[in-house]
């Protein structure tokens, strides 16, 4: 029987050592069995040093067996799959984590003008591509951060009633601009008689 033990989560780069209980419930083995104990991962992870263990467990005995395990570069699911054999008699039991960024959603707002019509903006901090999402906005009005402010308020991951209120605020200021003509003037409302 194995009873495996590992992390929920990890970060892309993260080495933690995974343990499996191995419970020797074959009949008849004996006090000096040697149990071959395994351990497949899957493409995200990475298994440093052996990949197999040979353990002495005796009949009716449990004994636990570490690996060092290495997550990669890529965030998701992943899985790990531990087997163990004596003789005839083959175990597996296959058991998951996620791999996600070190640090919450985070969002980056870059805002100026280009006197030029030209503009360059460095992306500074290291994104994962499977998570990431970038967007340019450009425009004559200023009204475009509406844009970006919306959107962070829309993927902001702690909602509670004063989050949603103020997702409504963008909103509420572009509902009290007046459209601009050509000119780059407010135009004037003008009521029905």
Known sequence: MLSPSL???AAPGDEFRVTVGVSNLVEGSGPDATITVGIIASRNLIIVGERTRQVVIGEGDEAPVHFIV???????????????????????RTAGL??????????????????????????TRNLFDQLAEQHATASASPLV?????????????????????????????????????????????????
């Open 7 to 9: 992390l929920l989560q």
């Open 70 to 92: 290495h997550a990669g570069n890529a965030p998701g699911a992943a899985s790990l799959t531990f087997t163990a054999q004596l003789g005839d008699a083959v175990a597996s």
């Open 98 to 123: 996620s791999i996600r960024p070190a640090m919450p959603y985070h969002t980056t707002f870059t805002s100026g003008y280009a006197k030029d019509g030209a503009a360059w903006l460095p992306i």
């Open 145 to 193: 951060l509406v844009d970006a402010l919306t959107a962070y308020l829309e993927h902001f991951p702690h909602g509670c009633t004063e989050q949603l209120v103020s997702q409504v605020f963008p909103l509420v200021a572009l509902s009290t601009t007046r459209p601009m003509r050509p000119s780059g003037r407010p135009s004037k409302s003008r009521s029905a008689s």
